[in-house]
């Protein structure tokens, strides 16, 4: 691997049409947060023509492995190294009941290049957080809380709300 470039991992997602939400870090720091990443986690539409064009894309891209039904429909993880990064493929976050769930909240962000992915809203980050077992994300999910909230009292000291 030569270095991590998210737009190099995205693009050809985006090329050949695949219906996928981003989560994980990557979707975090799109939100905001000053963490590192080396990875694009993603959860596709479990639909075998979208899995097809997942693999298409990673071939195109010089990458090894490939995305399966049968993992998709194990919930097994998969991380497809390619030299731009790894694509980690994650069928059913924790917390979630996978890509239709998070679509529904997932909006279209600009990170430019032409690039607008969907990425999963900030609640559904925190759900996923709150959900897993590892000890190391509950300072990430401390991070998350805050930008929510400050992000709500921006949006109060700027009358965006509604007058109930």
Known sequence: MTGFDPYALLEPLERNRVSYV???GFARVVHG???ITRSVDIVPSPREDNLRRINQAVDELGGSGSVTPKAVAANEPTALATPTGTLMV??????TRGHDDLRIRANREN???GLRPRIASTVDLVRMLEAGPRPEDAERLHRLRRMIELDRQRTRRRGLTRER
Do not use: H, K, R
Request: aromatic share 6%; proline share 13%; charged share 5%.
């Open 90 to 95: 994650v069928p059913t976050p924790w917390g």
């Open 111 to 113: 990170l430019g290049q």
């Open 33 to 35: 947060s000053a963490e």
């Open 22 to 24: 981003i989560v994980g």
